[in-house]
């Protein structure tokens, strides 16, 4: 672990240590110091992230609950659209005072680090296959372009008791794909 005692997840719990039933609340907002996140998504380096934190003094340490807001910026996995969404993660942990023998956390000088703890709460909860929208059609195997029904290519034999609805979904999947190519 790093000893490092300054920083933006460094909060001081100086005036809680060992006084169990004590409790601080922070809520603040600072920039993401690195990158987060390898996969089709990521929370980009220098954006916004809220966190909302609970300190609880107990008997074995100081416990730390919390959530955190951030946006993740990267691709839709089926159409390949740029996409960028909420992300917010709740985490709890306990930081034992130096000794205690199952520590995963523990108090540096009457401080406690919650970079690991918020980082890895984030990573662990960004999709794997994101998407832009629940009901993306994702692209046409055949030409590429966003996958519209009026393409008539690859389309499943539609029962017309719901061909009504899927003039509805035409219109708004068209709409979506001219307003995508607005914006990129
Ligand atoms: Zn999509």
């Not at 966003?146 to 035409?170: K, N, Y």
């Amino acid at each position: 672990m790093k000893n490092r005692l300054s920083g933006p997840f460094v909060l001081p719990v100086r005036d809680i240590v060992r006084q169990p039933g004590e409790m601080r609340e922070h809520s603040y907002t600072i920039s993401v110091p690195e990158q987060w996140g390898e996969g089709i998504v990521s929370v980009a380096k220098g954006g916004q992230l809220a966190l909302d934190v609970r300190l609880e003094s107990v008997h074995e340490g100081i416990l730390i609950s919390g959530t955190a807001d951030a946006e993740y910026d990267g691709e839709c996995s089926r159409c390949l659209r740029a996409i960028s969404q909420p992300v917010e993660v709740e985490f709890q942990e306990l930081f034992e005072y130096p000794g205690g023998e199952t520590a995963d956390f523990e108090l540096q000088d009457d401080h406690v680090d919650l970079e690991t703890l918020v980082r890895d709460a984030i990573v662990l909860s960004l999709p794997f296959q994101p998407v832009c929208r629940p009901e993306c059609p994702g692209l046409d195997p055949a030409t590429g372009d966003l996958r519209t029904d009026s393409s008539g290519v690859a389309q499943d034999p539609i029962d017309p008791r719901w061909a009504a609805l899927q003039e509805l979904t035409e219109t708004e999947s068209a709409s979506d794909a001219v307003q995508s190519r607005e914006e990129s």
